[in-house]
């Protein structure tokens, strides 16, 4: 898999876990309604799915993802939370972006069956 469909992967994947936690948490915490749950479910159910979608082996793949996540939670802090990031926020995401790149574009032995 090429590195631009990888990382938009990783970033949709993310979006999708993002949703499927905040829903809930709206309805929890804010006192929203609880059809948010139905959105929320199929939100997790799809990034399971898009999970699936890379060719590395599981482990690999959730822990590269990870450092996607963190720069897609911290961009959603300041998109949908209205919390402009400071620059701690910042330096932890492109610590973890180059972490997630190391992990997802390292030369690894080949995957095994």
Same mark, same amino acid.
């Given at each position: 898999?090429?590195?631009?469909?990888?990382?938009?992967? =990783?970033a949709?994947?993310a979006?999708?876990?993002?949703?499927?936690?905040?829903?809930?948490?709206?309805?929890?915490?804010? +006192?929203?309604?609880?059809?948010?749950?139905?959105?929320?479910?199929?939100?997790?159910?799809? =990034?399971?799915?898009?999970?699936?979608?890379?060719? +590395?082996?599981?482990?690999?793949?959730?822990?590269?993802?990870?450092?996607?996540?963190?720069?897609?939670?911290?961009?959603?802090?300041?998109?949908?939370?209205?919390?402009?990031? +400071?620059?701690?926020d910042?330096?932890g995401?492109?610590?973890?972006?180059?972490?997630?790149?190391v992990?997802? =574009?390292?030369?690894?032995?080949?995957?095994?069956?």
């Amino acid at each position: 898999m090429n590195i631009a469909k990888t990382l938009g992967l =990783f970033a949709v994947t993310a979006v999708c876990e993002i949703v499927g936690c905040y829903l809930p948490y709206l309805w929890l915490r804010e +006192d929203r309604s609880p059809w948010l749950l139905a959105p929320a479910a199929a939100s997790l159910a799809l =990034f399971a799915w898009l999970l699936t979608l890379h060719p +590395d082996a599981a482990g690999r793949t959730y822990a590269s993802y990870g450092g996607m996540y963190v720069a897609v939670a911290v961009a959603w802090l300041w998109l949908v939370g209205g919390q402009r990031p +400071d620059r701690w926020d910042v330096l932890g995401s492109v610590i973890t972006l180059t972490g997630m790149a190391v992990i997802a =574009f390292g030369p690894h032995a080949p995957r095994t069956p």
